[in-house]
């Protein structure tokens, strides 16, 4: 094949290609074009895999020791906001009962609330048991920052100036 028969069929290809793509088809490689003759035989196009090409699934993001802490935090500030928001007088230790108010580590009863501000203390701690608690579940957190197990003491409740108190 000549030179100029060979510029000829690359400048083809090219504008076919550039047509067919700006186009948004698929370009005919060899539409209006000569046959030129090959040396070698056409090897078949190979079969199309039944199988769906294996996509790497990028790996989840790691969350760092700040990330769990700032779910933790998050939690912790709730709790507290809501253990303000329920401290009404009691006249008897018997008004209060403890409940347990260590953000994402509920193990201890660690805390002392009035026992007619007992619902309204559940309702917010499922609230933070499926927001920021939830997250710092859900991101393994216990173990991306583990922290000391808390240990609990065996406290009683009293009823001091009108607040419950532990002691």
Not at 85 to 114: L, M, N, Q, R, S
Request: with cysteine.
């Amino acid at each position: 094949m000549s030179n100029t028969a060979r510029t000829v069929l690359a400048l083809g290809l090219a504008a076919g290609v550039a047509v067919a793509v700006a186009c948004g088809g698929a370009p005919d490689l060899g539409a209006g074009l000569p046959a030129v003759p090959s040396a070698a035989p056409e090897a078949p196009a190979p079969a199309a895999s039944a199988a769906p090409a294996a996509s790497a699934a990028p790996e989840p993001k790691k969350i760092t020791a700040a990330e769990c802490d700032a779910f933790r935090v998050s939690a912790q500030e709730e709790l507290d906001a809501e253990r303000i928001k329920v401290d009404k007088p009691c006249k008897k230790a018997a008004d209060c009962i403890f409940v347990k108010a260590h953000a994402c580590d509920f193990t201890c009863e660690d805390a002392t609330i009035p026992k007619a501000e007992e619902a309204e203390w559940q309702r917010e701690m499922k609230e933070v048991q499926g927001g920021p608690c939830k997250k710092w579940a859900d991101n393994d957190c216990n173990n991306v920052d583990p922290k000391p197990a808390p240990t609990c003491q065996k406290k009683t409740i009293a009823c001091e100036k009108a607040k419950c108190v532990l002691k």
